[in-house]
């Protein structure tokens, strides 16, 4: 599940911005 | 002291909410009655579109190069993907401040959030709007419902059932109080598909929902329905998130666009 959701999973675990399109 | 307890942890993801989320209902409302210092810019057709473009939504999102030669329908489209995004982050932050959910198994945490926001995207998203549009760029742009009906297919398809949700969601009356549990209480929900430790997360709703309960009853005590009609709200926002997701499906299928990897990520074997 973590591997499918990386940006979901980086945002949980730290305040990253998820980027731009 | 349970009482007390239920105020806490009502005041708690009550402040999480107005600390997180940079538009409110409150805020919202004040632009929306005319009663802000600069009314918003109303996008009504393609020029003033292209006027906003060039001044409001260039502030709010990169517009860039790749898409200016771009039809309208498809630069709308990047707008609202953009402003989905932020408000995730947003949701996320959120999310993590709800006393017991960072304490919740990792990939429930992640599935929570895949199901969830958009519920709670929808659901905010009517704070934002009246019978004739929907605020955009932070407040300052308006975009009429009637321009979004008439851009050409699919894409006039993708909020007028958000508006019909929106008018009877916006008769409930709720403030922001209100809305913050009822955020929470959408994120924590424990008949997601594919969650590990359900009565973990079922323990955490009914605490979240308990407190919805006792608030309503005393912010709004005329009117002795309103937690039940919440719940209906609940049912109806999974309707429109499904019948949105296979909205998105045939855009993705159909037009040349790129969606973002957090939004693909969210609506990849979503339903």
């Known amino acids: 599940l973590k591997e499918k959701h990386k940006i979901l999973h980086q945002l949980l675990q730290n305040s990253t911005s998820p980027g731009h399109l | 002291p349970q009482l007390s307890d239920q105020k806490t942890l009502a005041r ?89 959910f960072s304490n919740l198994d990792l990939n429930d945490q992640v599935t929570l959030l895949k199901y969830g926001v958009h519920e709670a995207i929808f659901a905010m998203l009517a704070s934002s709007m009246n019978k004739d549009g929907l605020l955009v760029a932070y407040g300052s742009g308006f975009i009429t419902r009637e321009f979004l009906k008439s851009l050409r297919r699919p894409f006039s398809e993708m909020m007028e059932p958000k508006f019909q949700f929106a008018m009877k969601f916006n008769s409930l009356e709720l403030d922001d109080s209100d809305l913050a549990l009822f955020v929470a209480a959408i994120i924590c929900c424990g008949d997601r598909p594919g969650l590990v430790n359900v009565t973990h997360i079922e323990r955490l709703q009914e605490s979240i929902i308990q ?55 969210i609506y990849k074997d979503m339903y």
Do not use: W
């Open chain 2, 211 to 265: 407190v919805l309960q006792l608030h309503l009853l005393t912010n709004h005590p005329d009117n002795t329905f309103l937690f039940p009609k919440l719940l209906q709200k609940l049912v109806d926002l999974r309707q429109l998130v499904t019948e949105h997701a296979l909205l998105v499906q045939e855009i993705k299928k159909t037009e040349d666009t790129s969606l973002h990897p957090l939004l693909q990520e």
């Open chain 2, 12 to 100: 708690q993801i009550y402040e999480a909410y107005l600390k997180n989320f940079n538009m409110n209902k409150a805020k919202a409302r004040t632009i929306l009655t005319g009663k802000a210092s600069t009314p918003p810019f109303v996008i009504h057709d393609m020029e003033t579109l292209q006027l906003a473009e060039q001044t409001v939504l260039g502030k709010m999102v990169d517009t860039a190069a790749a898409l200016r030669d771009r039809e309208a329908e498809v630069r709308i489209f990047h707008c609202c993907q953009c402003t989905s995004v932020e408000t995730v982050t947003e949701l996320t932050e959120f999310a993590k401040s709800v006393p017991g």
